[in-house]
């Protein structure tokens, strides 16, 4: 049985880690409200874009000519995947359950005989993925430096992804991130965005008539790449909700093992406690005896 | 009838402004400058770097534009934008750089002759505003 010291010192140590996991449910719950808010708001503009999108593409009238963006290279042969994690860890599920999403697609491509590359945004996701797909991860990006999602990095990746579709180094691409139910919930999500699949968020099928000017291919190719930094913007704003709420659920988890975990040191403590000073009576008692 | 229609625009961080006695708006479109007044038919367009002017009840505001997307329907405009600024809140300092930035732009032999175009609007504008 462990001595007094010992179980005093564990005692210390663990109530030092609760106030740590304490101190980080608060920041996660502060940055939560902010990132929350923030990705509510980014939604008016993903939706509009959406349905602009699909307006234009409704109306299009020669679809073989339409953007390749939209339409796809007519091939389906090799698929990017870009994985979007986090920069740090702590945080529950929240990486593993997008790699875990991740990986049952990449093992469904390579099963259907596709060739599959990958991005990573953000090191944790390249750090669990390196250890199997290391070769067919192509980039991976991190935005440390930058405090919350911003557009300016979203059209970074976005840049990039474009710029490889235009050299024609893959034909699908498909991005993975969290999305952002409440505090508890968090859905892994994978999200086609080349060739675009749109889709009516509100279900009202509209056949209005536009003018444009100008024309709508012209429209449509300035737009496309604007829709993709938008969706990758959303996949961001959604995916650092999740991340703090999923750290701040951990967290909470975390403070309260600590607690239980202190309750029950606390106990064998005195008990061990009450045996030495009851061994101790026994031996005087006994001592006295004998005389 | 009233003769007012409402105005949103957003960008991707949030909803910039929305508005519902607007009179008349001036965009700079791609292809020129645009005025929208009520019962205007369904279009959509988009920016060229420029100067979005709203006519409302409440008064005449200018707003800096970049690029965006402009759509019309049902006496409802919507401005997609990602960069935008109340003329009011932009500085001479701030002029300054965007106006720096472009010029050096420009100067890159590289780009294509459409975003040229688009950044020689940028300078005539912010020329015009200084």
Not at chain 1, 48 to 64: H, R, T, W
Not at chain 1, 127 to 144: T, V
Not at chain 1, 227 to 244: D, H, P, R, V, Y
Not at chain 2, 74 to 90: A, H, V
């Amino acid at each position: 049985m462990a001595s007094l010291d010992d179980l005093k010192k564990r005692i210390a140590s663990v109530k030092s880690t609760q106030k740590i996991t304490k101190a980080m449910k608060m920041v996660a719950a502060a940055k939560l409200r902010r990132a929350q808010e923030s990705a509510e708001k980014g939604r008016p503009y993903s939706e509009k874009m959406n349905n602009i999108i699909l307006n234009l593409s409704n109306g299009i009238s020669d679809k073989d000519n339409a953007p390749k963006l939209l339409s796809g290279t007519g091939k389906d042969k090799i698929h990017l995947c870009v994985v979007m994690t986090s920069d740090r860890g702590l945080c529950g599920g929240f990486n593993s359950n997008i790699i875990k999403k991740a990986k049952n697609y990449f093992s469904k491509l390579s099963k259907e005989g596709k060739d599959l590359k990958i991005v990573t945004v953000g090191t944790k996701g390249y750090d669990q993925l390196k250890r199997i797909y290391a070769e067919k991860i192509i980039k991976n990006i991190s935005f440390k430096s930058s405090k919350n999602a911003n557009y300016f990095d979203a059209e970074k990746v976005s840049k990039i992804i474009i710029e490889k579709f235009e050299k024609e180094e893959f034909d699908v691409c498909t991005i993975f991130y969290n999305q952002f139910k409440n505090v508890i919930t968090q859905i892994p999500k994978a999200q086609q965005i080349i060739p675009l699949i749109a889709e009516r968020s509100d279900g009202i099928k509209s056949d209005d008539s536009y003018e444009f000017e100008p024309d709508e291919d012209e429209i449509l190719n300035n737009l496309l790449p604007k829709n993709i930094s938008t969706q990758i913007f959303k996949a961001m704003l959604e995916n650092s909700a999740s991340e703090q709420g999923s750290r701040m659920s951990a967290m909470d988890n975390a403070t309260r093992n600590a607690g239980e975990m202190v309750d029950k040191l606390t106990i064998e403590y005195n008990r061990s406690r009450q045996a030495a000073i009851t061994k101790e009576l026994i031996e005087i008692i006994s001592g006295a005896e004998s005389l | 009838m009233s003769e007012e229609y409402k105005i949103e625009i957003v960008n991707p961080e949030k909803s910039f402004l929305i508005k519902e006695d607007v009179l008349e708006v001036v965009i700079p479109a791609f292809e020129g400058e645009m005025g929208i007044l009520k019962d205007h038919i369904p279009i959509i367009s988009f920016l060229k770097p420029g100067i979005i002017k709203i006519y409302s009840r409440s008064g005449e505001e200018n707003y800096y534009v970049e690029d965006g997307i402009v759509e019309f329907k049902n006496n409802n405009l919507s401005i997609l934008t990602s960069s935008i600024d109340n003329i009011k809140n932009m500085d001479k300092s701030k002029l300054q750089d965007l106006l720096k930035t472009a010029e050096e732009e420009t100067m890159n032999s590289e780009i294509s002759d459409q975003s040229k175009y688009l950044i020689d609007q940028k300078i005539d504008v912010l020329k015009s505003l200084n």
